[in-house]
Each structure stands twice: as C-alpha cells, then as structure tokens.
C-alpha cells in the first residue's frame, strides 16, 4: 500500500524515477502526485492512495480540463483520494514507515489565493502503509554559491539578473529558469536558454547585439476569412489511452490522436496572430460590428465618456483631426474575449474593419 502525499514537487521526481525504473520527465504539483500514484498502481502496488491538503475545489489539478482527465484517470485505474488531509507524523517500527497521522484541513488558501493552510486538530485519521512518496515541495539548491563568488540573490532567494541579457553581478556568469524567475513553464526556461546562449555569445566575443522584432502584417481578404462551424465551442479532445490493463511498468498509456481527431482539436485554435484591425477613417459609426460581435467585445462610445486625461485626449484629437467642438466617438475592444471569429470585418460596409494576420520574427542587430 503506498501513500502519495501530494501538492508539492521536490522528492517526488525521485520517487517516480523509482517506480518507473528509468527517468521520465516530471511536471510541477499536484500533477505529480497523481502521475506518481497511477505509476505505483501500475508499477505493482495493490493499493495507492493519495492525500492532499487542498479539497477537490482547490486542487491545483481540477483548475484545468487536462487537469481533470488526469484526475479521471487516475480515478480509473483506482486510486484513492483523500482530500483536506494534513499529514501530522509518521509512526514506524522497526525503522519502517507502517502508518501516517493525519488531521482534517479546513482550507488551504485565503482569500487572496495565497498558500496559508487552516488545520482542523479535531479531525485525527490514521492509515496504515507500506510506503509513502512525499510530493510536498520542491525550491532551486544554490547552497553551491559562495559569497566569494560575487553571485547577488535577491530578496526572495532567487539569483539577481539582468531580466534582459540574463548576466547575473558576477562578469561572465549567466543564468535564467526557475533559479532566477522562480516557478514558470518550460517554454519560458527554453526561451531564457536561447537568451543566454546569446549573451555568452556577445560576452566572448566582445561584441553587443541588441535583438529587434521584424513585424510583417498581411491583410486577410475578409470573405476568405472563415473558421469551423461554432469553433468556439468544440470540446478539447481527449488524447486516446490505452486499455487498463495493458498499463503496466512504463507502457505509455495516453496515445496520439487519430487524424480526425487531430483535425478537430486543431479546429479549436483561436488564432491569436489573427487580430481585427480597426480604420477610424473608414468607419461610418453604422455600429454593425457591434451588433454582431458574439463575445460582446466591441463598444462605440461618446468620447465624452472615456475618462481621459486632457493631454491624451488633446493628442487622440490631434492625432484623427477631429474639431473639439464636435461630438467624436472612440471604438473601444476588449481583445482578451475576442474570438476572431471575423465577422465583425464580415459586417462592415466600407471595409473599416478588417483580419489581419501579424508575424513576428526576432532578429539580431551586432554592434561592432
Ligand atoms: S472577431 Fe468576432 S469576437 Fe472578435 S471583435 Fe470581431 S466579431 Fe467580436
Ligand atoms: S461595421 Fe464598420 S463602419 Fe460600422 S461601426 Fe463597425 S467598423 Fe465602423
């Protein structure tokens, strides 16, 4: 019977490793303590068990529909939960872990989301194990740094760098990841690696480059602008698994997608390098684009009603020659809701407002 005390990172990694018998990468949280138990299950444990401070609600886990196929298969393949546990101690004999103490947890985070865990001391639950894989916390080793080395850290513990070129106080050492950011995904970790490969690069060579990003922008012919049928509203697919039986040692169990359902799940793509471009000297007020906006994201407005400053206000009327004397409207759009579903641009009489496709390539500038 093995018990996984999840929500953290840390000891984790090792502990997967161990069950799988060969390294896997190992993601961040709660994840891993769901990964670690389905692994045990499969690995041969009879019985896995997983208890975590947070309630189903707060479980970093269930915040996202990935999250809950997770959950679900692990569900499937029959492990336990038990949430709001705080684990109290550990009780051994003869220098083996047989049980764990719990108490109850009435929440985990306060109102502002931050980690400050309520205990309830009434709730007492004890489980015996046979093992116990601690997920409970995880922050970057760098007792390896010595004050000779000149290496500043910052407040919180992470190294001081230049967010821009990634030197650290110490000439000709570099750094970037969660050891300079703190917690963020792989891709930004990536991107630091690629940042300063760059900057050792400009470093030894003795030369400066400053990178710069060349834009080009395409218009879209507005009637060749289509998306799927309500494309907005296709389910995320489920990657395929395998039969529950066949998930021992370290089989992969989630398959790729089939070509159909590939097709599909790509459908679902928001197009962000897509954006709705707005010509205010084309616009006829006729307020079609607003009407027919699904996510209610576009708003023509009196510029009476924008709270403006003077100064920004003296400069939009500058800017779009408009008499101060004259009642002037501002179109107003909310691009985290739009969908870019073009048919604002599909509305428009006069061609003011239209999709444009935006593509972005970072180049470098050398400076001798
Ligand atoms: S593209 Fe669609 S969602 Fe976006 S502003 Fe136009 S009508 Fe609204
Ligand atoms: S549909 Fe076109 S002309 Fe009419 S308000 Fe919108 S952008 Fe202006």
């Known amino acids: 019977k093995v018990l996984v005390i999840g929500g953290g990172f840390v000891a984790f990694d090792a502990a997967r490793t161990a069950l799988r018998g060969a390294a896997e990468p190992a993601p961040g949280g709660i994840h891993e303590a769901v990964d670690a138990a389905r692994l045990a299950v499969r690995a041969g444990a009879e019985e896995v068990h997983i208890a975590s401070l947070e309630s189903f609600a707060e479980m970093p886990v269930l915040r996202s529909v990935q999250g809950h196929e997770e959950f679900e298969e692990a569900q499937k393949e029959g492990v336990v939960f038990h949430p709001q546990r705080g684990p109290k101690r550990f009780i051994g004999q003869r220098g083996k872990v047989r049980e764990v103490e719990f108490i109850g947890v009435k929440r ?77 995904n792989i891709i930004d970790s990536v991107a630091n690696g690629k940042r300063a490969a760059l900057s050792i690069d400009e470093f030894l060579r003795g030369k400066s480059a400053t990178s710069y990003f060349d834009l080009t922008v395409e218009k879209i012919p507005t009637r060749r602008f289509t998306r799927p049928e309500d494309f907005e509203q296709i389910e995320r697919q489920a990657p395929p698994t395998i039969d529950l039986n066949r998930r021992t040692g370290i089989s992969e169990v989630e398959v790729g997608y089939t070509e159909e359902q590939a097709r599909r799940q790509s459908e679902r793509c928001l197009a962000c390098h ?95």
């Open 274 to 368: 897509i954006q709705t471009i707005y010509n205010a000297e084309q616009c006829v007020m006729c307020n079609r684009c607003v009407d027919v906006c699904p996510e209610y994201c576009l708003k023509l407005v009196p510029l009476s009603e924008l709270a403006l400053d003077d100064a920004l206000k003296q400069r939009l009327l500058e800017h779009y020659n408009v008499d101060p004397f004259m009642p002037a409207s501002a179109m107003l759009k909310d691009d985290d809701t739009c969908i870019r579903c073009g048919l604002c641009a599909l509305r428009c009489p006069t061609d003011a407002m239209t999709m444009e496709v935006f593509y972005y390539e970072e180049k470098e500038r050398v400076k001798r």
């Open 108 to 184: 985990t985070y306060d109102d502002n989301g931050r980690f400050a865990p309520i205990y309830d001391n009434d709730f007492v639950e004890r489980m015996q194990v046979d093992s116990v894989i601690l997920a409970i916390g995880q922050q970057t080793d760098l007792s390896f740094i010595k004050s000779s080395d000149g290496i500043d850290l910052t407040p919180s513990g992470l190294l001081k760098i230049d967010p821009k070129t990634l030197t650290t106080t110490s000439e000709g050492i570099f750094a970037g990841g969660d050891a300079a950011f703190g917690p963020r």
